[in-house]
């Protein structure tokens, strides 16, 4: 079966959805209080969460750095290399 002439152009016809104007994006050249502003969105049952996991993530930073900087029996460096 042959395609008619009617639809050879209908197949090669952009779109309605093609011939409309691409959306903005919602990040672009946003300043810092648009994005503040976006921490609304957020839902209030999520805000503890974040909180207890920002209090962790921070009592972990504490304690590497400490174990890193107080305990003299880790070794940082080679020592007594013999080459």
């Known amino acids: ?3 008619t002439t009617t639809m050879r152009l209908r197949m090669f016809q952009p779109t309605k959805r093609m011939m409309r104007a691409a959306p903005k994006e919602d990040q672009s ?3 810092i209080s648009q994005r503040l502003r976006t921490l609304k969105r957020i839902p209030p049952e999520l805000i503890p969460l974040g909180v207890v996991v920002g209090i962790a993530v921070g009592f972990a930073c504490y ?5 890193l900087v107080v305990d003299k029996q880790m070794r940082l460096t080679r020592s007594n290399r013999s080459d």
């Not at 304690?63 to 174990?67: D, N």
């Open 63 to 67: 304690s590497l750095g400490r174990k």
């Open 29 to 31: 050249a946003h300043t």
């Open 1 to 3: 079966m042959q395609p």
